[in-house]
Every structure is written in C-alpha cells, then in structure tokens.
C-alpha cells in the first residue's frame, strides 16, 4: 500500500474580500471550483497550469483534496 503525503490544504483560503469569500489558491484569485470543473472535464494538472501559470501542481492537489473534504462535509450534514 502506497501511502501519498497529505495536501497542504493551507494553500486554499477563503477571504470575504477575495471572489466574495470563495475558497482560491492562496495568492491568487484562482477559486478551487475552476480547478475542479477543469479536472471534471479532462484537463490535466499541465493544462491547467498552462493556463493559470501561478499555480503549481501542489495546489491543484490542494484544492482536490479541499473539494472532496467539502463534499464529504457536506454529505454528512445532509445525513
């Protein structure tokens, strides 16, 4: 079993003053939500950052992880 290093979720924030509070990558005004309907629709890290050439590919890891443990919080609420 391969174990992956956790995502450095400190890379995602979300400001009021910023996308109206939205999650982005830290630094940018890149909101995760764009990252992730880039990846839902096959782009890959490359490509993204090939348009958004501010983010590494930490941070898309980073807003992956965000997305998921968002949903997952949001799942359990909804339980």
């Known amino acids: 079993m391969d174990l992956q290093p956790v995502p450095d979720l400190t890379r995602i924030v979300a400001d009021p003053d910023i ?3 939205k999650p982005v990558v830290r ?3 890149v909101p995760v939500e764009l990252i992730v309907t880039f990846v839902e629709t096959g782009h890959t890290p490359a490509e993204i950052i090939a348009a958004y050439p501010q983010l590494t590919d930490a ?3 980073a807003a992956l992880a965000y997305a998921r ?3 997952a919080r949001t799942e359990i609420r909804e339980w």
Do not use: N, P, S
């Open 19 to 21: 996308l109206v509070g």
């Open 27 to 29: 630094g940018t005004r």
């Open 59 to 61: 941070d898309i890891t």
């Open 69 to 71: 443990a968002e949903e």
